[in-house]
């Protein structure tokens, strides 16, 4: 089917969701003429036009392929979450006018935020009690019940920053400054404004599944899963976690740099490299951190176990940790669990028939607590060294661990208790590495840690792993449904929690990015992830490369580290 645009058409021809062809006349929104809801019952909130999401108030204007998106898929669960959002900010300005919304980082399954008084230009959040959760979580549900539109229209970008300047809202005026486009998507709910990275529902009586939940001097906004959108899930409050996001936001708070527009305008004075040496030191801070609370732990552990989801930057932390532990007078022997992966032929396949790579299952994990016990009674050891290419593992290096020197073992399951059961806890000291992003778009527009990750796999695959950005994005479900099955649970059990996260980071690997996700055609099903992506990367300022100190964990993506791989 012919996808182009042509001019002065009167009418242009349309197949929604595999069907017949029809024709539909010139400027006929998408909503007029799609079913209410998707095949498997669920109420359809946007669409994918020729492959790129977009509203139901999408005109056609142009010969099209579309395909329905409903609650129960990805994107429409993306799509619920900012509406959620705008929701939340919406019953606050009814209830407290003077109190402004800051929606910070994710926390299991919800959004963490907090208020600030707008009469004061606090940078403290102002506190919350319960009753003040249970007015606005009262108030929401009015909203829904009473069905607010929730209006999109197209601004010229000037005239939106006019609007949210109006409003106090420095922080929109200040990221679209950036933006570098004519024309911005402004959405209206009742008398507010605002702008999202993204579509929205088409009103909030779709809103039906929601809590809010008082934490810390904030709130959790929680919301369904994606694949899961009529219930919500038991809250498990995550202290750990929560407790390396605060002091990060303390720290941002410090610096001033909490969204992406106060990253841009350091570019623009040049003032950048100064904040890159800053984020590293912080990092390096800790990590130095880490390795004294590991020598001078009275139990004295010999096993150093180290988790993280994909693309955390766990190789690189595990070098600059052993450095550190030198400098502690240990000498640690690392060990990778990649190299104990089964052959491939026997590796464990996920519900699409592809090899799971995330399962526990791929592990040999019998051969590893073998060589694990030999090393810890002093005996030598022939570790294995798992060929990519081959599919198998072949003989590796022969190692001996020297008496009080600590074995550090590296992998996504290195916490899961099943790995090393026989072994005895007080041998063990457990670290768990993930990038916990807490630099925000703008005070509404969170950025998920699982961005920050895929764009780094996209990366590291298309340099160094000869895989192109279809197969990294089509690869990248089942990679999060492994961590959700195989990592995450473990998370709390960890003695330290190292956060992997640079700021910065999106500056510079957006330049790697971008020409990848621009090589998969739009006829490709992931291309809609891609144009996602793509639209959250053109939010930054470029970083150059170069500033980039060769010791970054941001190296084991982009090249040039001082390490070896």
């Known amino acids: ?64 392929t579309i395909q329905t998106v409903d609650l129960a898929s990805r994107d429409g669960g993306l799509i619920y979450r900012r509406s959620l959002t705008f929701l939340l900010i919406r019953a606050v300005h009814d209830l407290y006018p003077d109190l402004k919304v800051y929606i910070n980082h994710s926390l299991n399954r919800g959004y963490y935020g907090e208020v600030y008084n707008t009469l004061t230009n606090g940078t403290t959040p102002q506190m919350l009690a ?19 539109p929730f209006v999109r229209c197209e601004l010229p970008t000037e005239e939106a920053m006019e609007l949210f300047a109006e409003a106090g809202m420095d922080d929109k005026v200040a990221l679209l400054k ?40 904030g709130f959790v906004l929680r919301f369904p899963r994606y694949d899961a959108p009529y219930e919500l899930p038991e809250y498990v409050h995550y202290d750990r976690i929560f407790s390396i996001y605060q002091e990060h936001e303390q720290w941002s708070r410090i610096l001033g740099i909490r ?52 693309s955390s930057g766990k190789t690189t932390t595990v070098k600059r940790l052993a450095i550190q532990l030198r400098v502690n007078g240990l000498r640690p022997l690392f060990v990778g669990l990649d190299d104990f992966f089964v052959e491939r ?72 208790p099943g790995l090393l059961p026989h072994f005895p806890d ?35 695959d ?27 649970p473990y998370q ?11 700021p910065y980071e999106v500056c510079v690997l957006k330049q790697y990015a971008q020409p990848v996700l621009q090589g998969i055609p739009r006829e490709n099903p992931i291309y809609s992830e891609a144009a996602r992506l793509t639209k959250f990367m053109s939010y930054f300022r470029d970083i150059r490369p170069e500033i980039v100190p060769r010791h970054s964990l941001l190296r084991e993506f982009i090249g040039g580290s001082s390490f070896k791989y």
């Open 1 to 64: 089917m012919q996808t182009s645009k042509s001019a002065e058409r009167a009418t242009y021809r349309v197949r929604v969701d595999g069907g017949e062809e029809m024709e539909v006349s010139a400027g006929t929104r998408v909503k007029d003429f799609l079913p209410r809801t998707s095949r498997d019952g669920h109420p359809v909130v946007a669409v994918r036009f020729n492959n790129k999401v977009a509203s139901l108030d999408r005109p056609v204007d142009r010969d099209a």
């Open 130 to 148: 319960e009753p003040d959760i249970e007015r606005i979580l009262a108030r929401m549900r009015e909203l829904v019940e009473e069905d607010v």
């Open 178 to 217: 950036y933006r570098g486009k004519d024309m911005i998507s402004v959405y209206r709910c009742g008398p507010i404004f605002n702008h999202f990275y993204g579509q929205l529902l088409p009103s909030t009586g779709l809103l039906e599944n929601f809590d809010l939940k008082l934490c810390g001097p």
């Open 259 to 310: 969204t992406v527009a106060h990253l841009n305008e350091l570019v623009d004075t040049r003032e950048i490299n100064e904040y890159v040496l800053i984020a590293e030191a912080l990092q390096e801070k800790t990590l130095a951190r880490l390795a004294d609370e590991i020598t001078e732990h009275p139990r004295k552990p010999r096993l150093v176990l180290l988790s993280g989801p994909s």
């Open 345 to 416: 032929d026997k590796t464990p396949r996920d519900e699409t028939g592809e090899f799971d790579f995330e399962s526990f299952g791929a592990i040999d994990v019998e051969l590893l607590q073998d060589c694990v016990r030999r090393l810890l009674k002093g005996e030598e050891v022939a570790l294995p060294k798992f060929d990519f290419v081959q599919g198998r593992p072949v003989p590796g290096r022969k190692v001996r661990l020297q008496a009080g020197q600590p074995l550090l073992l590296e992998g996504i399951h290195a916490l899961n």
């Open 426 to 460: 007080g041998w063990k000291y457990k670290v768990y590495i993930s990038p916990l992003t807490h630099l925000n778009i703008d005070d509404h527009n969170r950025i998920a840690s699982s961005d920050a990750r895929v764009i780094r796999r996209l990366v590291r």
């Open 462 to 488: 298309s340099r160094y792993r000869g895989h192109n950005g279809v197969a990294t994005l089509t690869r990248w479900p089942s990679v999060r449904r492994g961590e959700e099955k195989n990592i995450f």
């Open 492 to 502: 709390e059990q960890a003695d330290f929690i190292f956060n992997s996260s640079l």
